[in-house]
């Protein structure tokens, strides 16, 4: 059974720039969310789609943005890229809430 | 709010002992999960261990187990024989619905060494 595919792995962006990153979830898995993690600030919870509906948003300004299609991939955007955006970015894939989180391996970005 | 905390940044222990790492949360919630997940260099996040908060008995999984204390809002792992592949990340982390949705809280982490 596929885990997790998240792409690509690592990618270095120029500041004001925007990115798209994307996550295939686990079959069958129609929850996907999306964290940050960085040294300073942990793990902090981006946003969460069900159903190609967006249910749960983070405490991230309106440049971070999502999307899931109806084959429940995920993708994130984030739009004029700061360099405190440089993260790695983890989508994880639920079967509910209740059954635990399956994370892919994470994109690394990096802001310059 | 929901807030998960844990309070050793770092800890280390010799292959083959035991070693408890912390974990407290708050929460209003009265239906709720709780989990350890490890994090390797590989930058994986991998379940390690999950507990209901409705079942008083604590979670165990091979080498792995915890210490769940409902009324205290506690929440350790201990984990048994330690080896070397044990080393990691380690982030406590709690789960439920929350304003309609899910969500997972995670604490700081603990970065967890073996010495061999």
């Known amino acids: ?112 | 709010a929901q807030t998960v905390t844990q309070s050793q940044p770092e800890m280390s222990v010799q292959e083959a002992e035991t070693v408890t790492l912390s974990c407290t949360y708050d929460t209003s919630e009265s239906d709720y999960y709780l989990f350890w997940y490890k994090q390797p260099p590989s930058r994986q996040m991998i379940l390690v261990i999950r507990q209901e908060a409705y079942k008083q008995q604590n979670a165990t999984e091979n080498r792995f187990s915890v210490n769940f204390q409902k009324a205290a809002k506690s929440f350790s792992l201990k984990i048994s024989d330690s080896q070397l592949g044990d080393a990691a990340m380690y982030f406590c982390a709690y789960t439920a619905i929350i304003q309609g949705a899910q969500k997972l809280v995670f604490g700081q982490g603990t970065r967890l060494t073996i010495n061999p």
């Open chain 1, 1 to 112: 059974k596929a885990g997790v595919t998240q792409t690509p792995r690592y990618l270095i962006k120029t500041r004001g720039q925007q990115v798209t990153l994307s996550c295939s979830p686990i079959s069958g898995h129609r929850s996907v969310s999306w964290y940050q993690q960085t040294p300073g600030q942990g793990l902090q919870f981006l946003f969460e789609y069900f159903s190609e509906t967006q249910r749960n948003k983070g405490n991230f300004p309106g440049r971070f943005s999502g999307r899931q299609f109806s084959n429940s991939r995920s993708e994130m955007n984030v739009s004029t890229l700061e360099l405190g955006d440089s993260a790695l970015y983890l989508c994880a894939s639920s079967l509910g809430w209740t059954r635990g989180y399956t994370f892919g391996s994470g994109t690394r970005l990096t802001v310059v």
